[in-house]
C-alpha cells in the first residue's frame, strides 16, 4: 500500500523499532485476528522488528517473555495480559530498564500507573450492559418479557478484564429486572471445548435455561453444539447472546443458530504501532484509549457479513 511504502522510505532498516510482543495465546477467533493485526502492522516495511511470544494462557509466561524482552533490550513492550493482577514486580524491572510498556486488550490493575505508559482496548463493562439492553428488548419484543426468565452464563477466564467487565455488565444490568436470574455461571476459559463441556454440564444440571450468555463466540459456538447435541433448538429454545462479533459468528446467526454478539474489535496493531511510534519521538500519548464497538443482532447479519475484517 501507498502508506507502507512511505513508511519504509522514513524507516531505513537500521532503524527499526524493536518491539516485545506478549500474546495471550490463541485461544479464539478474536485472538487470532487480533495477532494477526499486530503481526501485520508492526512489520519490517512499516519501520518495525516484531519478537512475538504466545503466553498459551499462562501468566507465567507472559512475565519469562517480558523478562527476555528486557535482556534483549527491545524498544518497547506490549502485553495483551492474561490477568489484571500480578504485574507490579516485572514491570517494575521493566521500567528500571527504561523501557515503556504499552498494554493492549485487557487491562492491568497497578497501584502505580506509571508503571505503564499507555493502554488501548474494549469498555468490557460497556460490552456487559449493551448485551443485556439488547436482550431485554428482545424479550419483550417476544412477548416474554414478563415470563420468569432463567440465565446462564459462560464466563471467560477468571481474572481477566474481559471476564470481570463483561460479568459485572450483565449482573448490573440484569439486577434491574426481577424476573430475569442467573442459574448457571462458570468459566470456559474462552475456547470452544470447554465452552460445550461447560454447557454439556449445565444441560445436565437439569435447570431450565431459556437464555445463554456466552462471553464470548468460540464458547458461544461449543454451546450451540451441545444444544444440538441434546435435541434442543439453539436461538429459540435457548436465546443466544454472545460477544466478539467474529466472522464465525455472522455465520452462525445467518444459520440461525445465535441472536446476537455484541462487539469486540481486535485490531489493535495500527494503534499500537502509531503509540509506539510517537513514544519512541517522545511524544506524550493518552494514558487511555477505548476502541468504537457495536451490537450486531441476528437480523443484520446478512447484509453486515460482507464488511466484516475478522
Ligand atoms: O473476547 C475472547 C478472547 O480479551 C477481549 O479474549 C479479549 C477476549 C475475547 O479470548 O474471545
Known amino acids: 500500500t501507498p502508506a507502507q511504502e512511505e ?40 519501520g518495525f522488528k516484531l519478537i512475538f511470544a504466545d503466553a498459551q494462557q499462562k501468566q507465567e509466561n507472559q512475565i519469562k517473555a517480558v523478562r527476555d524482552f528486557i535482556s534483549q533490550e527491545v524498544d518497547v513492550i506490549v502485553i495483551a495480559p492474561v490477568t489484571e493482577t500480578g504485574w507490579e514486580t516485572v514491570l517494575g524491572e521493566a521500567k528500571d530498564a527504561g523501557i515503556p510498556v504499552i498494554i493492549v486488550d485487557r487491562m492491568i490493575n497497578v497501584t502505580d500507573q506509571s508503571l505503564y505508559t499507555c493502554w488501548v482496548g474494549s469498555d468490557f463493562y460497556q460490552e456487559g450492559v449493551d448485551a443485556v439492553k439488547w436482550l431485554t428488548e428482545y424479550m419483550n419484543g417476544l412477548g416474554r418479557g414478563s415470563e420468569n426468565l432463567n440465565v446462564a452464563v459462560l464466563q471467560g477466564t477468571i481474572g481477566s478484564s474481559a471476564e470481570i467487565g463483561r460479568t459485572k455488565g450483565v449482573r448490573d444490568e440484569l439486577s434491574k429486572y426481577s424476573n430475569y436470574k442467573i442459574v448457571l455461571e462458570q468459566t470456559g476459559e474462552f475456547t470452544q471445548a470447554k465452552g460445550q463441556e461447560v454447557m454439556e454440564s449445565f444441560l445436565k444440571s437439569g435447570e431450565k435455561i431459556d437464555i445463554l450468555i456466552a462471553q464470548n463466540d468460540n464458547m458461544a459456538f461449543g454451546a450451540i453444539d451441545a444444544l444440538k447435541a441434546v435435541g434442543k433448538v439453539p436461538a429459540k429454545d435457548v436465546i443466544i447472546v454472545s460477544f466478539d462479533a467474529v466472522k464465525a459468528a455472522f455465520e452462525s446467526m445467518i444459520a440461525g443458530d445465535m441472536n446476537v454478539s455484541v462487539e469486540c474489535n481486535p485490531l489493535h496493531g495500527p494503534r499500537v504501532a502509531e503509540l509506539a511510534k510517537a513514544i519512541m519521538e517522545g511524544k506524550t500519548v493518552e494514558k487511555i484509549q477505548y476502541v468504537e464497538e457495536g451490537v450486531y443482532p441476528a437480523e443484520t447479519a446478512a447484509e453486515i457479513m460482507p464488511q466484516r475484517q475478522y
Open 7 to 46: 513508511a519504509k522510505e522514513e524507516a531505513p532498516a537500521n532503524d527499526l523499532i524493536t518491539v516485545g510482543f506478549s500474546q495471550v495465546g490463541a485461544e479464539s477467533d478474536w485472538r487470532v485476528a487480533n495477532t494477526n493485526s499486530m503481526k501485520e502492522t508492526l512489520s519490517e516495511a512499516n
